[in-house]
């Protein structure tokens, strides 16, 4: 534990070391109107203007629309911070800085760490571009690629400065194919199929265990317990899908039995989608729910290739349609699109080779045959991945509740420091950690580098909802130096918002799931060491 939160410290370990994060107790946290009951030490779990959850839930229209302006406008609850002219305005010349400094078409701005953060000054060129009326606004926003755009936010002395600065950057990087990639694939919005060389590298590594998960998998009777220990810190691409189909529970341990049940499971998916999706007398909630999937399936990935073709949306609706139907606790809930996205990819590597490029891959070219498996085994491995985590889709989701409120007393008891920085700042927990425990880091990280998570995630033997509550700590706990050298509301929500994990590869992911695991040691599975921080 930091050293620095010994100040505040005492009283907080006293009143709180019956009550272990990752841990689940018997009371309830939730008032009867929905919100938030204070703390044993008296604290909410929301900053002023935040006494609720439907508070900031009414504040966000459209959390997952590919348009939605996280970045300009924080929030609309009353006496929340938003993003000042003057802060919005510096944030903008140095993006115009940075670029002509570079010639346009650099590797991007360092940050004090040395981490490249373009995608934190992106969201400031888009505060920027619309609050130009000029013609020179019209071409930063069409090289932009049409992201939203904030109020003008500029007086007029200083409008023609600006306008021709932007104008001499715009023209610069117009044609620079680099940068138009850095804007799209953003943190924050899913960064898909570019599978680097440093993926395929970590392949090579794995070659090493290939045997390994042959002499496993090819066992009469599977040891499950040795599939998930050798799983944990990595499954090699080849054995990665049925890997995945035997640690989510969806083929049985007998060798014998797994291609009977394979094919019995998929023409149950049949029976489904022409019980619960080709129908012509659903109701009212029914045609609801299928009209929300049908808006957010092509908005999902909307500058993959892959995830634009029809055959794929049509995919993906019946997934989630038919999902949504036999979980009526909960039903369709923004994001679970997302979490469909690994198991698709995974078993369509499998399917058309561990070698091709599957942005270029047509789905059309493949057998209906082949297609019709990899969407019965997405669907029945999502279902059996979302069985543990649940309560985090019910009404008013309350597990992702409950979760956001544990990462803050978690945060509080491994570092004070930071925790206190954030909420001097007013930066409330729900604001930055809401999309990763419903997303599950989906929108944080490169695909490639969710895949690998994954792997972990379903090798978890007690489930993976507990130990994804310490992969949001290390993850947080990752940016501690970078956060605590923002000084303001926009700087550190910016930066939360906008994490910088374009360049990530699978060693971060080994290292983050590390540290969450000796995290989750520390403060979970020894209560005692909190009973002696007392």
Partial sequence: MNSSSNDSGSSFWKNNSGRIPGRPTMATRMAPGGGVRSGPSGSTSGTTGHSSFQDYQESVSDAWDLGDDEFCIISTVVDTPRISKKVSQSAALNVIKTHRSSGGGGAGEKGRSGEVIVPRIAPAVECLAKSQTSSTTAAVAENLDGLKISRNVHANDERNVLQQQVKHSALNNMNDHRLRQRFHAYPGRPQLLKLSSNVASKDVECESKYEKFTNILDAPLLN???????????????????????????????????????????????????????????????????????????????????????????????????????????????????????????????????????????????????????????????????????????????????????????????????????????????????????????????????????????????????????????????????????????????????????????????????????????????????????
């Avoid at 619960?276 to 500058?303: A, G, L, S």
């Avoid at 699109?337 to 070219?365: H, M, R, W, Y």
């Avoid at 985590?389 to 597990?399: E, V």
Wanted: aromatic share 12%; with cysteine.
């Fill in 224 to 534: 499950l317990i040795a599939l998930k220990e050798l799983s944990w810190s990595g499954v090699p691409r080849k054995m990665r899908a049925v890997t995945w189909r035997l640690l989510s529970g969806y083929l049985p341990t007998s060798l014998e039995r797994r291609n009977t049940v394979l094919e019995r499971k998929r023409v149950d998916y049949k029976k489904l989608v022409q019980q619960y999706f080709h129908v012509d007398n659903r109701d009212e909630i029914q045609q609801d729910t299928y009209r929300q999937i049908h808006i957010d399936v092509p908005r999902m990935n909307p500058h993959v290739a892959l995830f634009q073709q029809k055959l794929v949306q049509e995919m993906f609706e019946r997934i989630l349609f038919i999902w949504a139907i036999r979980h009526p606790a909960s039903g369709y809930v923004q994001g679970i699109n997302d979490l469909v996205t690994p198991f698709f990819i995974v078993f369509l590597q499998e399917s058309v080779g561990a070698n091709k490029d599957l942005e270029q891959c047509q789905l059309g070219d493949l057998s209906q045959e082949q297609r019709d498996i990899i969407e019965a085994d997405s669907f029945w491995c999502l279902s059996k991945f979302l069985d543990c985590i649940q309560d985090n889709y019910i009404f008013a989701q309350l597990g992702i509740q409950e979760k956001v409120n544990q990462l803050k007393e978690l945060i509080q008891r491994i570092d004070g420091t930071l925790h206190r920085h954030l909420q001097t700042h007013g930066v409330d927990y729900l604001q930055f950690s809401f999309r990763w425990m419903n997303n599950l880091l989906t929108r944080e990280l490169p695909l490639y580098c969710t895949i690998r998570l994954w792997d972990t995630y379903l090798a978890e033997s007690d489930g993976f909802a507990v130990f994804q509550l310490y992969v949001c700590a290390a993850f947080l706990l990752h940016w501690r130096e970078q956060l605590l050298q923002e000084k303001d509301f926009q700087g550190l929500m910016l930066l939360l918002q906008n994490l910088p994990t374009h360049s990530w590869m699978d060693s971060h992911i080994g290292v983050l799931v590390a540290e969450a695991f000796r995290l989750k040691f520390t403060y979970a599975d020894t209560p005692k060491h909190l009973e002696g921080k007392s």
